[in-house]
């Protein structure tokens, strides 16, 4: 089946993950796309399919060569973002893009204007939503892409391979990807999420992550009366916010530069409480970050003179650079397999977290690669078929090159 079909069939599954839920998966129809995955796995010829309790679905491609090579894993998500829906996803393809805007439907528009990375797709076939919901590509492609991979393996036996491991989780989009992922069963060398944008681009540096509350106890007193009384703690949160540096915000960086950023605030007279995500890619300016917090509770303390601010820091995930740095040939095969088929690696940091920085920390070293979905968590998501087909030419150049002595690779 071409990788295209393949993602087509794959986005007609609503997948949608739930915040909100306290299951695991957070939304039962992940199930049943995993349903679907493990059958087709099994007539790919897999071994050890199975989905665990949790929603994680696990198979293996067995050796054919003896167990020459690194046992590499192969890693992608199936749900997709609760920011916009995915349900009767109603794709539309342009073949042989122009380069030109692209209408979606009567009120919107692909702008190249907009989207610059349009201009890097022109005269790819591409697949666009049909405005009102979201494609789906985010990561139905890296699924596409691994299971096209697996098919050429399976039609392909003198492809010499050692066991490749493949595993789909869900709720990644809400944070839990890898809370029940088992890594001793998994038993993979190393592996790589296929969770990226351009297929050109390599990932491996991600935020460090913390998330901070403050809470505010104020001094609720009959406005009436309150002169010399009442501490206002909706008065002394946008104190404590407008203390924050003005320029660390999302809005105002880009690339390496780390920021705070203020997501959720509630409140009364009485009690007041923020909630703010804060990120740097360098754990040192991170610390940085997280003591503003804390020198500003202390001065507020001693200015009202009680302790009316607390902060709470806790960590969300760390940059996995620190991890994949003591293993840098697991990027570097990567570029050398981008430049034997034509690719321009370019090492981009992320900025946000990934499924791979928590297996990274957990023990398995596992960077992130492109999938030729762009614009993904919104109704302006499209990927490019052509980039596809290299993101399945990419893993299989992968596994040939780590493989002594592997024949030639027609790749169609
Ligand atoms: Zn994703």
């Given at each position: 089946?071409?990788v295209e079909?393949?993602?087509?069939?794959?986005?007609?599954?609503?997948?949608?993950?739930n915040?909100?839920?306290?299951?695991s998966?957070?939304?039962?129809?992940?199930?049943?796309?995993?349903?679907?995955l493990?059958?087709?796995?099994?007539?790919l010829?897999?071994?050890?399919?199975?989905m665990?309790e949790?929603?994680?679905?696990?198979?293996?491609?067995?050796s054919n060569?003896?167990?020459?090579?690194?046992v590499?894993?192969?890693?992608?998500?199936?749900?997709?973002?609760?920011?916009?829906s995915?349900?009767?996803?109603?794709?539309?393809?342009?073949?042989?893009?122009d380069?030109?805007?692209?209408t979606l439907?009567?009120?919107?528009?692909?702008?190249?204007q907009?989207?610059?990375?349009?201009?890097d797709?022109?005269?790819?076939d591409?697949?666009t939503?049909?405005?009102t919901?979201?494609l789906?590509?985010?990561?139905?492609?890296?699924?596409a892409?691994?299971m096209?991979?697996?098919e050429?393996?399976?039609?392909?036996?003198e492809f010499?391979?050692?066991?490749?491991?493949?595993?789909?989780?869900p709720?990644?989009?809400?944070?839990?990807?890898?809370?029940?992922?088992?890594?001793?069963?998994?038993?993979?060398d190393?592996?790589?999420?296929?969770?990226?944008?351009d297929?050109?681009?390599?990932?491996?540096?991600?935020?460090?992550?913390y998330q901070?509350?403050?809470?505010?106890t104020?001094?609720?007193?009959?406005?009436?009366?309150?002169?010399?009384?009442?501490?206002?703690s909706?008065?002394?949160?946008?104190?404590?916010h407008?203390?924050?540096?003005?320029q660390?915000?999302?809005e105002?960086?880009?690339?390496?530069?780390?920021f705070?950023?203020?997501?959720?605030?509630?409140?009364?007279?009485e009690k007041?409480?923020?909630?703010?995500i804060?990120?740097?890619?360098?754990?040192?300016?991170l610390?940085?970050?997280?003591n503003?917090f804390?020198?500003?509770?202390?001065?507020?303390?001693?200015?009202?003179?009680?302790?009316?601010?607390?902060?709470?820091i806790?960590?969300?995930?760390?940059?996995?650079?620190?991890?994949?740095?003591?293993?840098?040939?697991?990027?570097?095969?990567?570029?050398?397999a981008m430049?034997?088929?034509?690719?321009n690696?370019?090492?981009?940091?992320?900025?946000g977290?990934?499924?791979?920085?928590?297996?990274?920390?957990?023990g398995?070293?596992?960077?992130?690669?492109?999938?030729?979905?762009?614009?993904?968590?919104?109704?302006?998501?499209?990927?490019?078929?052509?980039?596809?087909?290299?993101?399945?030419?990419?893993l299989?150049?992968?596994?040939?090159?780590?493989?002594?002595?592997?024949?030639d690779?027609p790749?169609?």
């Amino acid at each position: 089946m071409k990788v295209e079909n393949r993602f087509l069939k794959y986005i007609s599954f609503p997948t949608q993950s739930n915040p909100y839920s306290t299951t695991s998966p957070s939304s039962s129809n992940q199930k049943e796309f995993g349903e679907f995955l493990l059958e087709e796995m099994r007539i790919l010829g897999l071994s050890n399919v199975y989905m665990s309790e949790y929603g994680v679905v696990y198979g293996t491609i067995p050796s054919n060569n003896h167990h020459q090579g690194d046992v590499i894993g192969f890693i992608a998500h199936m749900d997709t973002s609760p920011d916009a829906s995915g349900e009767n996803i109603n794709p539309q393809i342009i073949r042989d893009y122009d380069g030109q805007k692209i209408t979606l439907n009567d009120d919107m528009i692909l702008d190249p204007q907009e989207f610059p990375y349009l201009k890097d797709v022109k005269g790819h076939d591409l697949i666009t939503t049909d405005g009102t919901t979201l494609l789906g590509g985010d990561d139905k492609a890296g699924i596409a892409i691994i299971m096209s991979m697996a098919e050429y393996m399976f039609k392909h036996p003198e492809f010499k391979h050692n066991d490749i491991k493949i595993a789909f989780t869900p709720d990644e989009e809400i944070g839990h990807g890898t809370d029940h992922f088992d890594i001793e069963n998994f038993q993979a060398d190393y592996a790589y999420t296929i969770d990226g944008g351009d297929i050109n681009e390599l990932y491996f540096e991600n935020f460090n992550a913390y998330q901070v509350i403050v809470d505010i106890t104020g001094k609720s007193i009959h406005p009436g009366n309150a002169k010399n009384k009442m501490v206002n703690s909706l008065n002394v949160a946008m104190e404590f916010h407008h203390m924050l540096p003005h320029q660390k915000v999302p809005e105002c960086t880009e690339n390496y530069e780390g920021f705070h950023h203020l997501n959720h605030m509630q409140g009364t007279c009485e009690k007041t409480r923020l909630e703010y995500i804060v990120r740097d890619h360098h754990f040192t300016e991170l610390k940085e970050q997280l003591n503003d917090f804390k020198r500003i509770q202390a001065y507020l303390n001693s200015f009202y003179g009680y302790e009316l601010i607390d902060v709470t820091i806790h960590e969300q995930y760390l940059n996995m650079c620190d991890i994949i740095k003591d293993h840098p040939q697991i990027v570097e095969q990567v570029e050398l397999a981008m430049e034997d088929i034509g690719l321009n690696p370019r090492i981009v940091p992320i900025r946000g977290g990934t499924d791979g920085a928590r297996l990274s920390f957990k023990g398995l070293p596992c960077p992130n690669l492109g999938t030729g979905g762009f614009n993904c968590h919104g109704p302006y998501e499209y990927v490019s078929i052509n980039m596809m087909k290299k993101g399945v030419e990419l893993l299989l150049r992968l596994i040939k090159n780590n493989v002594y002595n592997n024949e030639d690779m027609p790749f169609e």
